[in-house]
């Protein structure tokens, strides 16, 4: 993990930062080919080097979330779009254990969107 990015994780408080952790970990581990950056400030993955989804806190509440870049293309029920054009996000409870199967389940169709062609990849 860079510097930049340990220094994002690093200055939210628990049990966010906890929660955004574990995230990271469960993102990273469901692909090879998604690896992370920080771009706008804020932690992203890439999927073969396109930008792929990433995550955030609410500025108004500091309720963490998991947005998914092509989420436009998604119709998982756990997605909310809200004013957002193309991205849709997920939000996470930090009090609570994160939803590994709904994760995994976005995480897996948002990839079917990248390897289907609807997005170019390298």
Not at 15 to 27: A, D, F, G, Q
Request: with cysteine.
């Amino acid at each position: 993990m860079s510097d930049r990015l340990e220094q994002f994780y690093g200055k939210q408080d628990d049990p966010v930062r906890t929660c955004l952790l574990n995230m990271r970990e469960l993102i990273l581990a469901h692909d090879p080919h998604i690896t992370e950056a920080l771009k706008y400030g804020m932690p992203f993955f890439l999927y073969r080097k396109k930008m792929f989804c990433y995550l955030w806190t609410r500025k108004e509440s500091g309720q963490p979330y998991f947005g998914v870049v092509e989420g436009q293309r998604l119709f998982h029920p756990a997605l909310i779009q809200e004013d957002r054009v193309r991205m849709k996000i997920f939000l996470l409870d930090p009090a609570k254990q994160i939803p590994v199967r709904t994760i995994t389940t976005i995480l897996q169709e948002a990839i079917t969107i990248y390897t289907s062609g609807q997005v170019r990849i390298r």
